[in-house]
């Protein structure tokens, strides 16, 4: 659903367009040997290349191409076999060289597709482009009241920029983006996501216009948001103000600008630069880019499962609703986490086990799947022995506590605890029975027309079982009983 905004001669809608930084999964930089590992003390890892000391050449870093190319490919995008790094020229502190070395003309990647799951169906967001360039270090200026650092670990660093056509209508699409992007990048291996680390930020790029019109107004770039929620309140907050703008008789100022997610407004930084302003020209110090086409097919063979694929396989193999299918590969291991607990069992009760129990765990405890104090196999195993009707449903989620608490194996604690579910219809209809004998208000009750007293005839049962007996027959000899 398109996001409308109110203005007050009619309705505005918002155009949005994203540029996406993801920061290639390699151990050196892109045009040097220095490493790339996070946390480490400030300008640690540096070379000399980095540094930018004079007769200091840039080599590039082949891994940082395959990388590149897997991306491109995951996005069913035109890989171009003919690539070339340029010099974005620009002055900041923490550019030692005085220019950032990136592609303009001739990027790695050309136009792509990105596919949404929205609630009002599927939304196709076009790629214009992937291109690769170095980052830049790091200015901190909250460490000396009068001075400012400069932490060049991070200059150098390889980085791919992936830019959105102008296809998104929503925060809510914006955001969606994001996810199913870093999903991809995370199931390709090509960028670990990390958004705490900066591993993946995004500049939004924000219009608003008439409802009905296909114009493109003047857009607002916001830089460097580093949080999928931050994205889309940035967005909501500039389309309102540009509507604001503009019902006042204003004009919306080609800027860059920086969202406050403290006081949830944007700011203005500095007027927008034009392409030509950065002077680009081919670093002469880097031969073109040139791969050939069973180089790039090679790759395209080694490329894992992707997500959108493998939710079909989900929802064709396991018959999982679609929604669950979406939710269990969303992430890479989620989904090799429920296969594993699938394999050979009940791939819906697996599902639910994962989606519902194992999730709440998780959530409780702040960690993702990779942290999970149980393993696939265990749940596979508890899964297991429901299905095979040895515990019931309740017994099970009291063994899975226990698994979480210990570590436990589900069948060494059904066997210790002696929690294998009672099926003898004859040891079941004696604990019946008894319940219906000590209970003859309740029983009554029933006979009157109150059915609502059946399940707490069940909990007593259950009660009198210890939760041992099948609830199926528990509930067949109590209404044969007090019917």
């Known amino acids: 659903m398109t996001y ?46 980095d540094a930018a000391l004079p007769g200091m050449l840039p080599v590039i870093n082949e891994v940082c191409i395959e990388q590149a190319v897997r991306t491109g490919l995951g996005l069913s995008a035109q ?10 020229n620009y002055f900041y502190p923490d550019l030692p060289q005085g220019y950032q070395i990136s592609q303009y003309l001739n990027p790695i990647v050309g136009e792509g597709v990105l ?7 599927q939304r196709k967001i076009g790629i214009e482009r992937l291109h690769m360039e170095q980052d830049a270090g790091k200015s901190i200026h909250d460490q000396d009241p009068q001075r400012t650092f400069i932490d060049l670990n991070r200059c150098g660093v390889a980085l791919m920029e992936i830019v959105s ?28 996501g990390n958004m705490e680390e900066g591993s993946l930020r995004c500049d939004a790029n924000v219009s608003v216009r008439p409802k009905g019109s296909d114009e493109l107004r003047t857009r607002a770039e916001i830089k460097n948001i580093n949080s999928m929620r931050f994205v889309m309140q940035a967005i909501e907050y500039e389309a309102e103000r540009q509507v604001g703008l503009y019902d006042n008789g204003r004009d919306v100022d080609q800027e860059t600008r920086l969202y406050d997610p403290d006081r949830g407004e944007t700011r203005s930084m500095r007027s927008k ?22 180089y790039v097919d090679e790759i395209r063979a080694s490329l894992p499962e992707l997500p959108d694929a493998k939710r079909r396989r989900f929802v064709m193999d396991y018959n999982l609703a679609d929604a669950d299918a979406m939710i269990l590969t969303a992430e890479r291991e989620t989904a090799e986490f429920f296969e594993e607990v699938a394999d050979g069992r009940d791939a819906k009760l697996a599902s639910n086990w994962v989606i519902h129990e194992l999730f709440a765990i998780l959530k409780k405890d702040g960690k993702d799947i990779s942290a999970s104090p149980v393993t696939a196999a ?6 297991g022995l429901l299905s095979e009707g040895t515990i019931s449903n309740r017994i099970a ?18 066997a210790e605890k002696d929690l294998t579910q009672i099926t003898d219809n004859s040891e079941i209809e004696a604990a019946v029975d008894q319940v219906i004998r000590e209970n003859s208000d309740q029983a009554q009750q029933f006979k009157e027309g ?11 049962v259950m009660k009198a079982t210890q939760g041992k007996a099948n609830p199926q027959i528990v509930n067949e000899l109590l209404r044969k009983k007090l019917g």
């Open 378 to 383: 265990a749940v596979g195993k508890l899964v």
């Open 450 to 460: 109150n059915h609502k007293v059946a399940g707490w005839f069940v909990g007593q």
């Open 4 to 49: 409308l905004i109110e203005g007050q001669a009619g309705e505005w809608e918002v155009v949005i367009g994203l540029e996406v930084h993801a920061q290639i999964v390699s151990r050196a930089k892109l045009f040097s040997g220095a490493a790339t590992a996070f946390g480490a003390a400030p300008n640690s890892q540096v070379s000399l290349v």
């Open 115 to 121: 596919t949404l799951e929205m609630p009002e169906g």
């Open 397 to 414: 989620k009291d063994v899975f506590e226990e698994m979480v608490a210990t570590g436990g194996d589900p069948e060494a604690i059904v």
């Open 79 to 88: 890989i171009n076999l003919h690539s070339v790094f340029e010099r974005k």
């Open 273 to 294: 630069e034009e392409a030509h302003d950065y002077r680009y020209f081919p670093d002469p110090d880097l031969l073109p880019v040139d791969l050939t086409q069973e």
């Open 165 to 192: 056509k102008p296809d998104l209508r929503s925060p809510e699409e914006a955001g969606a983006f994001m996810r199913k992007l870093r999903s991809l990048l995370r199931y390709l291996g090509t960028c670990d």
